[in-house]
């Protein structure tokens, strides 16, 4: 017995984890006369319990962001894939997730297997909701990388755009001709800083040209504000964006196999920006017809981003549903051509009836007669 209890005394009692989160480790005293429970004091580990409140309040913020910004969030996901799963993914996944960048090295390798193995928003969402209540794992690696791509890159915040006022953005920002199809999405892109950074005279006419950009390309852009020139090029700029999707078809670089698959705007999505251009920041450039070739993408301030998928529709539709959402129902003679008998007849049904706007003229002449007439009584009464 006193062997068995020796045994006992020295076996390493494991740790105790509460939902992976806080770390609770054993420091009993060894005493090889008595083990009872009085002598096993558990403490909890204040980094991992600091951890783990980090990673809930993680977890809260990116179920409010996926919750109320879902399109938002699958283009920045989208974006980040792309840079990440690159070939030049030291000049294009820029800045880096710091838990995945070492001294000397990128864990580029684990960073794309944890890419890889995203699923839709939608069940992101699903399965952060889940997490909270303990019945599912995620690994807090997973969680802390979402949270720097969707929250902690704050700068720029990405908004819808309604796309059916995509034509009238297109002429207020003096862009020739609409575009001959609609884009899946437009994002405005808003920098905090941008006032403090960009000085515009107020007599200075803004000039917007549009970029075909390759998705590898954009994350460093959106962010950082330039590209990498050895690596990105020459760019061309338009002032249509058919002609600037049609060159980001010839640029675009085919995404590998292993990268995100479960984007909502596929996977090859083609991307359009509408750039403001800054004049007193374009050092060299080469204009050809209506295409303008700059080196240094440092004179580019983005304000709208297009994503245009595989499946486009026409402009020309959405505005065709639009006007037939006017025309009357099937039967009926159009409004255009019965507009003047239809007016005529309305007009004579109103003089008819005395019309709303006259009986409502009416109403109050009757109500200051009689109100004239109360008062005159009571003058009356007075002397």
Same mark, same amino acid.
């Given at each position: 017995?006193?062997?068995?209890a020796?045994?006992?005394?020295?076996?390493?009692?494991?740790?105790?984890?509460?939902?992976?989160? !806080?770390? @609770?480790?054993?420091?009993?005293?060894e005493d090889s006369?008595?083990?009872?429970?009085?002598?096993?004091?558990?403490?909890?580990q204040?980094?991992?319990?600091?951890?783990?409140?980090?990673?809930?309040q993680?977890?809260?913020? /990116?179920?409010?962001? $996926?919750?109320?910004?879902?399109?938002?969030?699958?283009?920045?996901?989208?974006?980040f894939?792309?840079?990440?799963?690159?070939?030049?993914y030291r000049?294009?996944? !820029?800045p880096?997730?710091?838990?995945?960048?070492?001294?000397?090295?990128?864990? @580029?390798?684990?960073?794309?297997r944890i890419?890889?193995?995203?699923?839709?928003?939608?069940?992101?969402?699903?399965? $952060?909701?889940?997490s909270?209540?303990?019945?599912?794992?995620?690994?807090?690696?997973?969680i802390?990388?979402?949270?720097?791509?969707?929250?902690?890159?704050s700068?720029?915040?990405?908004?819808?755009?309604?796309?059916?006022?995509?034509?009238g953005?297109?002429?207020?920002?003096?862009?020739?001709?609409?575009?001959? @199809?609609?884009?899946?999405e437009?994002?405005?892109?808003?920098?905090?800083d941008?006032?403090?950074?960009?000085?515009?005279?107020?007599?200075?006419?803004?000039?917007y040209?549009?970029?075909?950009?390759?998705?590898?390309? $954009?994350?460093?852009?959106?962010?950082?504000g330039?590209?990498?020139?050895?690596?990105?090029?020459?760019l061309?700029?338009?002032?249509?964006?058919?002609?600037?999707l049609?060159?980001?078809?010839?640029?675009? /670089?085919?995404?590998?196999?292993?990268?995100?698959?479960?984007?909502?705007?596929?996977?090859?999505?083609?991307?359009? $920006?509408?750039?403001?251009?800054?004049?007193?920041?374009?050092?060299?450039?080469?204009?050809h017809?209506?295409?303008? @070739?700059?080196?240094?993408?440092?004179?580019?301030?983005?304000q709208? /981003?297009?994503?245009?998928?595989?499946?486009?529709?026409?402009l020309?539709?959405?505005?065709?549903?639009?006007?037939?959402?006017?025309?009357?129902?099937?039967?009926?003679?159009?409004?255009g051509?019965?507009?003047?008998?239809q007016?005529?007849?309305?007009?004579s049904?109103?003089r008819?009836?005395?019309?709303?706007?006259?009986?409502?003229?009416?109403?109050l002449?009757?109500?200051?007669?009689?109100?004239?007439?109360h008062? /005159?009584?009571?003058?009356?009464?007075?002397?």
């Amino acid at each position: 017995m006193e062997h068995s209890a020796d045994v006992v005394a020295k076996r390493e009692i494991p740790r105790i984890f509460l939902d992976s989160a !806080v770390d @609770i480790e054993d420091v009993s005293q060894e005493d090889s006369d008595s083990v009872t429970p009085s002598n096993l004091t558990l403490r909890p580990q204040k980094s991992r319990m600091h951890l783990g409140i980090d990673t809930y309040q993680h977890i809260a913020q /990116l179920c409010n962001m $996926l919750d109320s910004q879902s399109c938002v969030c699958d283009a920045k996901l989208l974006i980040f894939a792309a840079a990440a799963n690159s070939e030049g993914y030291r000049s294009t996944l !820029v800045p880096i997730p710091p838990l995945f960048m070492g001294e000397s090295f990128y864990d @580029i390798e684990r960073l794309r297997r944890i890419v890889a193995m995203w699923p839709t928003c939608r069940q992101m969402l699903k399965d $952060l909701q889940r997490s909270t209540s303990r019945s599912t794992h995620i690994s807090a690696g997973h969680i802390h990388l979402m949270h720097w791509v969707l929250i902690a890159q704050s700068n720029p915040i990405l908004r819808r755009y309604k796309v059916r006022r995509f034509a009238g953005l297109c002429k207020d920002l003096r862009l020739q001709h609409s575009p001959s @199809i609609r884009p899946r999405e437009v994002l405005s892109v808003t920098y905090k800083d941008k006032q403090h950074t960009v000085k515009k005279a107020s007599n200075c006419r803004r000039r917007y040209v549009c970029l075909g950009c390759p998705l590898q390309l $954009l994350y460093r852009l959106l962010i950082m504000g330039r590209m990498d020139n050895n690596w990105a090029g020459p760019l061309r700029l338009y002032d249509r964006v058919d002609a600037a999707l049609a060159q980001c078809t010839v640029t675009s /670089l085919p995404l590998p196999e292993n990268c995100w698959s479960c984007s909502c705007f596929g996977r090859a999505p083609r991307c359009v $920006l509408i750039c403001e251009l800054l004049l007193d920041r374009l050092s060299s450039r080469q204009q050809h017809h209506n295409e303008l @070739i700059i080196e240094d993408t440092s004179c580019l301030l983005v304000q709208y /981003l297009l994503i245009f998928t595989e499946h486009n529709e026409p402009l020309l539709d959405l505005q065709a549903t639009s006007s037939r959402q006017l025309n009357p129902p099937t039967g009926q003679p159009p409004l255009g051509a019965s507009f003047k008998s239809q007016f005529k007849t309305h007009c004579s049904a109103q003089r008819y009836r005395g019309g709303c706007g006259s009986r409502w003229i009416f109403r109050l002449f009757a109500w200051l007669l009689a109100r004239m007439g109360h008062l /005159l009584e009571r003058q009356q009464r007075s002397f």
